[in-house]
């Protein structure tokens, strides 16, 4: 079993649309969450932390349950822009020893 | 420039021949990562390093060598290359403090013929 697993997609959605992402992590040693945006051949860029009491920045709402070694990510009023890959990742300890990431969800927002 | 840099970024090599991948960072970082990204694989772990002269394996490490003999420095060779080894190979750096934010350099494009 991947120590991550994501939907792959891809989600087509009109602009506007709300969109959510789920993400499952194996490891119940996990401790630190993130997503990750990978804009088309291009490098990962950190979109945000997942917090267990949940968290929010601007469109974007980041949870984590970790009783069911869930993770989500929730996109309102899509943007055009938004269209990219989200990559689920996890680290097994606060040290920030390497960083496990799952296969991606991609997004392809339509006008 | 500060950041974290990569080269070349792109390489055509043949099969059996010797190629560095080179990683460069400006901030001090102690961790530091290489990363492969194939269609329907994603992103694996291929090794990283703690701090400068530690080293450590991660998901698919054989056919490479990695060292660290100084902070900001992470080269990683393929000792002779292979046609699967063809691929996106991404150095990363973190700081074991705060968001642990990792950043990307980005990428090199390594073709195997």
């Known amino acids: 079993r991947k120590e991550v697993e994501q939907d792959p997609g891809p989600f087509n959605v009109p602009e506007g649309a709300t969109v959510a992402f789920n993400c499952t992590y194996s490891?119940?040693?996990?401790?630190?969450f993130f997503w990750y945006r990978q804009d088309c051949r291009k490098e990962p860029k950190l979109l945000m932390s997942?917090?267990?009491s949940g968290n929010e920045d601007g469109r974007f709402t980041a949870q984590l349950n970790r009783a069911s070694q869930y993770i989500s990510l929730l996109i309102r009023d899509s943007k055009l822009s938004d269209s990219a890959t989200y990559l689920c990742?996890?680290?097994?300890?606060?040290?920030?020893?390497?960083?496990?990431f799952g296969k991606g969800t991609t997004l392809s927002v339509s006008s | 420039d500060a950041g974290i840099t990569q080269s070349p970024r792109y390489k055509i090599t043949e099969t059996g021949r010797q190629v560095t991948l080179m990683c460069h960072q400006t901030?001090?970082?102690?961790?530091m990562f290489w990363y492969r990204q194939d269609l329907g694989h994603g992103l694996r772990l291929i090794y990283y390093s703690a701090a400068a002269d530690i080293t450590d394996k991660g998901e698919v490490p054989d056919g490479y060598v990695v060292s660290r003999s100084k902070t900001e420095n992470f080269p990683l060779t393929l000792e002779s290359a292979t046609r699967s080894q063809t691929s996106v190979y991404f150095c990363?750096?973190?700081?074991?403090?705060?968001?642990?934010?990792?950043?990307f350099g980005q990428g090199t494009r390594l073709t195997v013929v």
């Open positions: 901030w001090s970082h102690s961790y």
């Open positions: 990742v996890v680290t097994l300890n606060q040290a920030g020893t390497a960083l496990i």
């Open positions: 997942v917090y267990s």
């Open positions: 490891n119940s040693a996990s401790q630190s």
């Open positions: 990363a750096s973190s700081e074991p403090r705060g968001t642990i934010e990792a950043f």
